[in-house]
Structure formats: structure tokens, C-alpha cells
Nanobody, 121 residues
Framework: VQLQASGGGLVQAGGCLRL?????????????MGWFRQAPGKERDFVAS????????YAADSMKGRFTISRDNAKNSVYLQMSSLKPEDTAVYYC???????????????WGQGTQVTVSS
């Protein structure tokens, strides 16, 4: 499967952005989807994930209440709505897919190319 993330850009602190990730293929609804981010010089961090049917979501503690993950299986897409953005949210944001066969809930099998989010103070 190929994942294409988009929607990044430059935004002022306190602002909002909505990231999108479009997936190829006909099996999107079988994937758990996640968003991750990587700031310069730092490791990649988990941001949020959503179950295959969209009912169950998880978000990293620092993003709860500010970031919301959602998906539209009919459009093969997952979204990350980000609000109250802070300069420390600046990073490249990646979407990722985990297949049913993946036994490790922390591992994802497919990754998109990333989209840059820059939050100015």
C-alpha cells in the first residue's frame, strides 16, 4: 500500500492545521492507522492511532485535547486535526498503516513520505 500525506505548512502558534493521508489499494479498512512525527535531531514519536473501524482512537498525552485523528474508509483516508499548535509541534508528520497480521501493536508496516509542519512563535 502507498500512503501520501499532505496538509502540512507554516502556521502561527495557537493556530490549526488538518493533515490528510490518502492510501492506495482496496484494503484500507483492514489497517490500523497512525500518525507519527519527527522533529530535527529527535526520534520519531507516536502522535495518534485509530482502529480499523474508526471507533477506537489513542493519542499521546501531550496531544490529547489538541489533536484528533479520524478516518474515512470510503475515501481511503485518515486525518489529523491539530489545534492550539505550539512551536514544539514543529516536525515532519508521517502517516502509517498496520496490517492485521502485524502482531506487535507498536509496529507499523507501511509509511508515508511525511509532511512538514512548522509552528512559529
Amino acid at each position: 500500500v502507498q500512503l501520501q500525506a499532505s496538509g502540512g505548512g507554516l502556521v502561527q502558534a495557537g493556530g490549526c492545521l488538518r493533515l490528510s493521508c490518502a492510501a492506495s489499494g482496496r484494503t484500507f479498512s483492514t489497517y490500523t492507522m497512525g500518525w507519527f512525527r519527527q522533529a530535527p535531531g529527535k526520534e520519531r514519536d507516536f502522535v495518534a492511532s485509530i482502529s480499523r473501524n474508526g471507533i477506537t482512537t489513542y493519542a499521546a498525552d501531550s496531544m490529547k485535547g489538541r489533536f484528533t485523528i479520524s478516518r474515512d474508509n470510503a475515501k481511503n483516508s485518515v486525518y489529523l486535526q491539530m489545534s492550539s499548535l505550539k512551536p514544539e509541534d514543529t516536525a515532519v508528520y508521517y502517516c502509517a498503516a498496520r496490517t492485521i497480521l502485524q502482531a506487535d501493536p507498536g509496529k507499523y508496516d507501511y509509511w508515508g513520505q511525511g509532511t512538514q509542519v512548522t509552528v512559529s512563535s
